[in-house]
């Protein structure tokens, strides 16, 4: 094997469609976000498990009482019933200490145990599993690294395996007899064999799986390998192809592509084919599960391992399930999470609408943008805002002054500042939040949340028909080149407002030191605008909103309009705070659950 390669490396110098050809590979992998170290813990790239909520960018254990109630029971390694997979898991990742061993609630003779024997080392052998009184070789059918991963894992080995191929033989002195084999199923993140769902099936001694796991010592650290975040290396044309070769996913969330097997998320991460239009949203920006008709994945799978039915017929083989893939569950608990509504409209014509400028742009009708505050001091409108759910509006920090909270009015549902239109309301404002690191000169933390009154006798505030627009927890939900909307009562190009709200279509612009070259910090600010930079923002837009949907249409403020010089210049694109590098501190002023659309 390695002969070979370096006789192709040889044949490769000087010849340059070898080069091209590593160049491919090379470039599928985005090297600035690799240097994040993201693994499938971290929620800038990834939906989090139902047992985990995503702060600060990580997905961290949640309490089990922050799980849902449902009554599901599963039984643990520690002989302890609990009401559903999600409690059970939450109880694991905080301890560490109880594993899910099988569905329905614990009988006496419970246990579970992985082993690996025949293997020249206690790192590798065949997989041999004991559950309950049962004990039995792992099947070579269905068996990837996948499952070698989950294996190698349960045996603490952090980096996985290396290999599950190998085969291993019966030594000479031991005679068995093999008449059987268990199939195991996983996704990939699984802590135990057990829940991957233990299949019981017909086998003879060349059926088993084998597993050569990473130890420290066999790292191959040449050229053509990929430098897993967990530590393992695997090769180069394994990175993104949908398949969790590393164990901690760090080989398929940085990728400008994939390969043939997989399915590449607008995130920049690379998901099994399998998981496109299968009902569950992968990708973070959902486009995993749109235009899915004729393409469902779904349903047509093999009849998955339900509840308490313990055989199925596979062709003429009956097989007996050992122990349930805890998949469907997963799934169930996912969907039975708190979740709140943002970021809908009741009114979607703006998406095909003539684009035309808000500097001058298109006027917006009624429900086009229902999150649009104004925030009015004295007589004057004064700038745009945001709402977010609850009692709260984001807006931009030069908007506001801290001590006059008193002085400012916010009102909702402003079309029309000449002749009102129907629907309007106004609030007083209770406090104003302006961001600790704002800064005057720079525009740096050009951001400010302002909390309203509630209404007398209410505990809320009551803002319907206006609604919340979402905030991204991620700074991969949108990227450059994506369209939003950018909306406002500010001025057009000459020296009035306009007084009616207008909206203009912008696209985000990558990149954008190249038109501020010290003005702009990439991690805190946002450009956006248009070619001939015939749509922008202006004066009095200032703390409105610039949203963008994801596949799903649901919206979310990307971007608060904060400055640019002068209005719709094509070398000087509108500038915006970046939300989504913000969202620990909104959420930590708001609370987490008002605006945890996932991950709660
Ligand atoms: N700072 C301005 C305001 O107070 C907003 C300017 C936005 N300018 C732009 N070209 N996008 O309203």
């Known amino acids: 094997m390695k ?3 370096c006789l192709l490396l040889l044949l490769c110098v000087g010849l340059s469609f070898c080069k091209t050809l590593s160049l491919i590979q090379q470039d599928l992998l985005d090297e600035k976000c690799l240097k994040e170290k993201y693994t499938h813990q971290s929620c800038e790239k990834v939906f989090c498990q139902p047992w985990e909520r995503c702060v600060e960018g990580s997905c961290i254990c949640k309490l089990p009482y922050q799980c849902p109630k449902a009554v599901m029971s599963v039984c643990s390694t520690t002989g302890k019933t609990y009401n559903n997979y999600c409690q059970l898991k939450s109880h694991e990742c905080l301890s560490q200490k109880t594993k899910f061993l099988t569905n329905g609630t614990c009988h006496s003779q419970g246990q579970f145990d992985l082993s690996l024997k025949f293997g020249d080392t206690e790192s590798e052998g065949l997989v041999e599993v004991q559950l309950g009184n049962t004990t039995a070789f792992i099947c070579k059918k269905n068996w990837s690294i996948t499952e070698a991963n989950v294996a190698c894992l349960y045996r603490g080995f952090k980096g996985g395996a290396v290999d599950y191929k190998k085969t291993f033989n019966f030594p000479d002195d031991v005679d068995v007899k093999i008449t059987d084999c268990l199939e195991a199923n996983c996704r990939g993140l699984e802590t135990t064999l057990a829940e991957c769902g233990l299949t019981k099936r017909k086998a003879n001694s060349k059926d088993l799986a084998g597993v050569v796991c990473h130890a420290q010592e066999t790292d191959l650290l040449n050229d053509g390998s990929f430098p897993c975040v967990n530590g393992k290396y695997i090769p180069l044309e394994q990175t993104c192809d949908g398949i969790n070769d590393c164990g901690d996913q760090s080989d398929e969330l940085c990728c400008k592509g994939c390969r043939s097997g997989g399915f590449h998320c607008k995130s920049g991460v690379c998901i099994p084919k399998e998981y496109q239009c299968n009902g569950e949203m992968d990708c973070i920006k959902g486009d995993d599960e749109v235009n899915c008709e004729g393409l469902g994945h779904s349903e047509v799978q093999d009849s998955e391992v339900q509840g308490t039915r313990n055989f199925e017929h596979a062709g003429q083989e009956q097989a007996e399930i050992l122990s349930a893939n805890m998949d469907e569950d997963r799934k169930l608990l996912k969907s039975l999470l708190p979740q ?15 684009r035309k400028r808000i500097v001058g742009g298109q006027i917006a009708t009624e429900g ?13 409108i004064h700038c745009g805002g945001v709402y977010i759910g609850g009692c709260w509006i984001l807006t931009a920090a030069h908007c506001v002054r801290k001590n006059v909270a008193h002085r400012y009015l916010v009102w909702t549902g402003v079309l029309d500042w000449i002749r009102f239109n129907p629907g309007i309301a106004v609030q007083r404002v209770n406090r104003v939040i302006i961001h600790e690191n704002y800064s005057g000169s720079t525009y740096q933390n050009d951001i400010a949340l302002i909390e309203l009154q509630k209404h007398p006798n209410k505990a809320t505030c009551e803002l319907a028909p206006t609604t919340p627009a979402c905030v991204s927890w991620s700074q991969y939900l949108f990227n450059p080149g994506d369209k939003c909307f950018v909306s406002g009562l500010g ?4 020296p009035r407002n306009l007084f009616r709200l207008r909206w203009g279509e912008v696209k985000l612009i990558g990149n954008c030191s190249k038109y501020y070259s010290n003005r702009f910090f990439e991690k805190e600010m946002i450009c956006a605008g248009t070619d001939d930079g015939s749509i922008d923002a202006c004066k009095g837009d200032s703390g409105g909103p610039l949203v963008c949907m994801n596949s799903n249409n649901v919206s979310y403020v990307w971007g608060i309009v904060s400055w640019g010089e002068n209005c719709g210049n094509p070398e000087f694109p509108g500038v915006y705070t970046k939300v989504s590098n913000y969202f620990d501190w909104i959420s930590f002023h708001v609370g987490r659950r008002l605006i945890s659309q996932y991950n709660v």
């Open 340 to 354: 709140i509504s943002c970021g809908v409209r009741n009114n979607t014509h703006v998406t095909h609408v003539r």
């Open 491 to 494: 001025r057009n190009k000459g």
């Open 368 to 380: 086009d943008f229902p999150w649009q505050v104004t925030i009015k001091e004295g007589e004057k």
């Open 3 to 5: 002969l070979i390669h």
